[in-house]
């Protein structure tokens, strides 16, 4: 519905293993007790890859009452790596690192309604087709920067800054001065 994870609800989950593969979990209500779905996103085991997973994580956590690990966040590594830019979008990593163009276009649309159309499914699953291939390119770069240790630090704190997100500090630099 939106990014405020404490005014806008989740509405859809995609999933993909990183060979061509997604599936759309859509949720037209707020029932979400989907034992399956849990156990497999918890799985320690599992490697979760998202893309601006402060808010996916946060927004998991909260409407599942689970909490993550084994994270892996594309636009942290972006940022770590890429720092000659401010293009750090899914739309621009899939252009820059794959040479694939990604449509933007569903990104606005309702998520929430009882059936989602074709356009919004399709919109759904390229959100993650491409999310694997974009994690090797970026490893790759974070061990030539020397910036892996740093890289997974800041993965493992994702589930304590999603916290402090959904507890109210959202816009709160809690480190600063």
Not at 15 to 30: E, L, N, Q, T
Not at 43 to 70: C, M, W
Not at 74 to 91: E, M, P, V, Y
Not at 165 to 171: A, K, V
Request: aromatic share 10%; hydrophobic share 40%; glycine share 6%.
């Amino acid at each position: 519905m939106g990014l405020n994870n404490l005014r806008d609800r989740l509405c859809v989950i995609q999933i993909s293993d990183g060979k061509g593969d997604a599936h759309v979990v859509h949720f037209p209500r707020p029932q979400f007790k989907c034992v399956n779905l849990r156990q497999f996103i918890q799985d320690p085991q599992r490697t979760k890859i998202f893309h601006f997973a402060r808010f996916d994580v946060a927004i998991l956590q909260h409407y599942f009452g689970i909490e993550l690990s084994n994270i892996y966040c594309t636009k942290i590594a972006s940022r770590l790596t890429r720092t000659f830019t401010d293009q750090h979008g899914l739309k621009d990593l899939c252009q820059e690192l794959l040479e694939v163009r990604i449509s933007k276009q569903q990104q606005t649309s309702d998520w929430g309604a009882e059936e989602l159309s074709k356009d919004q499914v399709a919109y759904a699953a390229s959100d993650v087709l491409h999310l694997h291939a974009l994690r090797g390119k970026l490893n790759h770069m974070l061990r030539r920067e020397g910036r892996e240790k740093l890289a997974l630090k800041c993965f493992e704190f994702l589930p304590t800054r999603a916290t402090l997100d959904t507890s109210g500090w959202l816009d709160v630099d809690i480190f600063q001065h």
